[in-house]
């Protein structure tokens, strides 16, 4: 536990992102502590079915993590040795390690500075025979431009993976995220939109890549054990190597009653990151990133730029001095030592990226957050910039 220096402007630390769970949801986990089904029961498909009306897509598949999401739709598209997957720079490490699970080769694509999102002219110049997919990573909660990822795609006859672990909840002209790309991949871990503890889901219209996943999620056993039972059969077939990435009813009740509540909770996401957006208008230190026309913003992070002159790090240690529990997200991928090893990446490979990683700090913003906590975020701000307080 970190604690905040005796003139603070907070004495506990305010967390950069957090979840919240209410009495529906615990009365929802105790009810199903109470049936016959902890792990893959009814409650799977209730939440599947949940998730795929909520995004708009025929299927949702529920695995043990975003992580698996990622893996499943690799494994899905048959990624294997010698295929190429362009994944963005900034973006967390599994949108690139799932890649290498399958054995492929993540390709880095540049970054656009003003949004941290793909570059769709940058990843386009990175394609080569081997290419198989793009993932497109909806950083810190905006949607990617899938117009022009889309029109790649189709030009050059690869998969479009979305990594929307960011995402859920928001919309890109009109259509919800999830349903933009041939799959798209969700989080829930407890900073992200919603959580169940440890989740992750993979919506798709391809009733082929549906089932494949869900194979894939059961060690490659081509029925489930309700399925057997109903049939009164014990046989099974093995028709391909999978893994046991299976999420339990007692998670997917939670994740159902989370669900209901999600689009109250992006509103208020889009309502303080508004307020932040009014308070660093005047602040020329502080430049929010650029948000696209026709986007309904998720605002899972709320990301800003520090202008030249500020020391990123020292500024990071003040603010958490303050009681702010700022973060960066975050460093380029291909600048990790496993990627500088794996694939003899270095500095100079997405040159947009690697300028803007040491300028980001992301803010604190999840939807119980209140005007006063962050107006305490700005003040801090204030107050470590040396400027006086904004009333
Ligand atoms: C959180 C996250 C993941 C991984 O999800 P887990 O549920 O933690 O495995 C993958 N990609 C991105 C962009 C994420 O933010």
Redesign the pocket.
């Known amino acids: 536990m970190t604690h905040a220096s005796p003139n603070a402007s907070r004495s506990t630390l305010l967390p950069y992102g957090k979840q919240w769970i209410d009495e529906e949801d615990i009365a929802a986990v105790v009810e199903v502590l109470r049936s016959d089904w902890l792990t893959t029961g009814p409650k799977v498909e209730e939440f599947e079915r949940a998730f795929a009306a909520f995004t708009g897509t025929a299927h949702a598949v529920a695995v043990?993590?975003?992580?698996?999401?990622?893996h499943a739709a690799m494994a899905a598209l048959r990624i294997g040795p010698g295929d190429e997957v362009i994944v963005p720079a900034i973006?967390?490490?599994?949108?690139a390690n799932?890649v290498v699970y399958q054995g492929g080769t993540p390709v880095f694509a540049d970054v656009d500075p003003a949004t941290l999102l793909i570059d769709p002219v940058d990843a386009e110049l990175r394609i080569t025979g081997r290419t198989k997919a793009i993932v497109a990573?909806?950083?810190a909660g905006q949607p990617c431009d899938y117009e022009a990822l889309r029109a790649i795609a189709s030009r050059h006859k690869i998969a479009l993976v979305a990594?929307?672990?960011?995402a859920l909840g928001g919309a890109w002209r009109g259509k919800p995220v999830g349903a933009l790309a041939d799959l798209s991949?969700?989080?829930?871990?407890p900073?992200?939109p919603i959580t169940c503890g440890?989740?992750?889901v993979i919506t798709t219209d391809d009733a082929d890549l549906a089932r494949a996943m869900r194979v894939f999620r059961s060690h490659g056993i081509s029925t489930d054990f309700r399925q057997r039972e109903k049939q009164g059969a014990w046989a099974y077939e093995m028709v391909s190597l999978g893994y046991n990435y299976r999420l339990t009813d007692l998670q997917c009740a939670l994740a159902t009653t989370q669900l209901r509540k999600l689009p109250a909770w992006i509103a208020r996401r889009q309502e303080i990151a508004r307020q932040y957006d009014a308070a660093f208008a005047h602040l020329p230190e502080i430049s929010p990133l650029a948000v696209c026309s026709g986007v309904s913003h998720g605002y899972?992070i709320y990301v800003v730029r520090l202008a030249a002159g500020i020391d990123r790090g020292e500024f990071f240690k003040a603010l958490r001095a303050e009681g702010i529990g700022v973060n960066v997200?975050y460093a380029p991928v291909h600048l990790h030592p496993f990627y500088r090893n794996h694939l003899r990446t270095g500095p100079g490979l997405c040159p947009m990226a690697e300028t803007v990683s040491a300028q980001i700090l992301t803010l604190p913003i999840f939807p119980r957050m209140t005007d006063e906590d962050v107006a305490d975020v700005v003040a801090a701000i204030r107050k470590v910039l040396g400027r006086g307080p904004s009333r």
Do not use: I, P, Q, R
Not at 91 to 95: D, G, I
Not at 163 to 166: L, S, V
Not at 185 to 189: G, I, K, M, P, R
């Open positions: 043990s993590n975003g992580t698996a999401a990622l973006t967390f490490v599994a949108s799932c990573v909806d950083y990594d929307a672990c960011h991949t969700f989080s829930l871990h900073v992200k440890e989740g992750g899972h997200h």
